[in-house]
């Protein structure tokens, strides 16, 4: 699996039990509602600032969201 793959995974994953919207999510990250979309369909790889913007989103630290993305990369194999 792709790492950006992996990523959307996590992202969709983490909105959906926060019961957010992508619109929602979006607002609190303060990204486009499409580019939300678009990470969580895996087409695009996130900046360092977007990681950043979405683990203040979900109040995770950034390494949370990383540590995530990586097991989902592991279970993945």
Known sequence: MEPGVAFGRVVRRLRQ??????????FEAELRRTYVSILELGQ??????TILK???AFKLPARDLI???ENELNTSD
């Open 44 to 49: 695009q790889q996130p900046s360092l600032a």
């Open 67 to 69: 540590g995530l993305v």
């Open 54 to 56: 979405l683990a203040a």
């Open 17 to 26: 039990n926060a019961g957010l919207t992508q619109e929602q999510l979006a």
